[in-house]
């Protein structure tokens, strides 16, 4: 069989394509919808007696855990779909291969509850709300460190990019640093418990939202940069 024979049988080889159809406002509703639901779940733990624990926000190893580590892969896959848009070989298809593995390391961490168990790993005396939160300083010289690494690279991109990446890094780093060591002074001071979990809660959506952010706007990037998802199935049997 010739190379112009086994082109044509190939093309005649019955194909179907399935396209994944998820608009950025369908992911958006989604999301909007999932976090109705756990701040549902949060409010009825918190009226409950005795406190439902493991339904509030604040909690581990729970849904609201799982749906943040979720969100967190879903930026890490948004952002791999980023660098296969890139020319292969390139600086920019390489830089965001490592952004990439930035939330896919959060996901893990949502999982395994790392910089929740340093507190217990870290023990000192003299401790206050801040400096008894051992993940604090380190996760802001962390931070730092991705600034230097990344910044200049994401404030080369489009407005839109800079725009999802900005907000959405504030909005996490405002409920995971910020609030969180607010909660803190006012723990120290002897406030209220129920004070403390409609603060974490405060906390907790902000990060989930600054997740959403950034994971929703980078694939709503990628779609205008023209990459599709798509499923498809070849058919074994040739065609006759």
Same mark, same amino acid.
């Given at each position: 069989?010739?190379?112009? +024979?086994?082109?044509?049988?190939?093309?005649?080889? =019955?194909?179907?394509?399935?396209?994944?159809?998820?608009?950025?406002?369908?992911?958006?509703?989604?999301?909007?919808?999932?976090?109705?639901?756990? $701040?549902?779940? $949060?409010?009825?733990? &918190?009226?409950?007696?005795?406190?439902?624990?493991?339904?509030?926000?604040?909690? +581990?190893? $729970? =849904?609201?855990?799982?749906?943040?580590?979720?969100?967190?892969?879903?930026?890490?896959?948004?952002?791999?779909?980023?660098?296969?848009?890139? =020319?292969?070989?390139?600086?920019?298809?390489?830089?965001?291969?490592?952004?990439?593995?930035? =939330?896919?390391?959060?996901?893990?961490?949502?999982?395994?509850?790392?910089?929740?168990?340093?507190?217990?790993?870290?023990? !000192?005396?003299?401790?206050?709300?801040?400096? %008894?939160?051992?993940?604090? &300083?380190?996760?802001? &010289?962390?931070?730092?460190?991705? %600034?230097?690494? !990344?910044?200049?690279?994401?404030?080369?991109?489009?407005?839109?990019?800079?725009?999802?990446?900005?907000? %959405?890094?504030?909005?996490?780093?405002? %409920?995971?640093?910020?609030? +969180?060591?607010?909660?803190?002074?006012?723990?120290?001071?002897?406030?209220?418990?129920?004070?403390?979990?409609?603060?974490?809660?405060?906390?907790?959506?902000?990060?989930?939202?600054?997740?959403?952010?950034?994971?929703?706007? &980078?694939?709503?990037?990628?779609?205008?940069?023209?990459?599709?998802?798509?499923?498809?199935?070849?058919?074994?049997?040739?065609? +006759?």
């Amino acid at each position: 069989m010739s190379s112009t +024979e086994a082109r044509t049988a190939c093309s005649e080889v =019955p194909q179907r394509t399935v396209g994944l159809g998820l608009s950025t406002a369908r992911v958006a509703a989604a999301f909007g919808v999932a976090l109705l639901v756990l $701040n549902a779940l $949060n409010l009825y733990a &918190l009226v409950s007696d005795p406190v439902v624990e493991w339904l509030l926000l604040s909690s +581990e190893s $729970n =849904p609201s855990t799982w749906f943040s580590s979720f969100v967190l892969l879903v930026a890490a896959g948004a952002l791999l779909l980023l660098a296969f848009s890139e =020319p292969e070989g390139t600086t920019a298809r390489r830089r965001w291969k490592q952004m990439a593995l930035v =939330p896919l390391l959060l996901s893990l961490d949502e999982v395994a509850e790392t910089h929740e168990r340093m507190g217990y790993w870290v023990q !000192f005396d003299g401790a206050t709300s801040i400096t %008894g939160r051992v993940w604090v &300083l380190p996760g802001v &010289l962390v931070l730092a460190g991705l %600034g230097l690494l !990344f910044g200049s690279f994401v404030f080369q991109q489009s407005r839109r990019v800079v725009a999802v990446l900005v907000v %959405g890094a504030a909005l996490t780093i405002g %409920g995971g640093v910020i609030v +969180e060591t607010i909660g803190g002074v006012l723990q120290e001071h002897g406030h209220r418990m129920m004070t403390l979990r409609v603060l974490t809660t405060i906390e907790e959506n902000l990060e989930m939202l600054g997740i959403g952010v950034a994971a929703i706007g &980078l694939l709503d990037v990628a779609g205008r940069r023209g990459i599709r998802l798509d499923v498809r199935r070849v058919d074994s049997t040739p065609a +006759e």
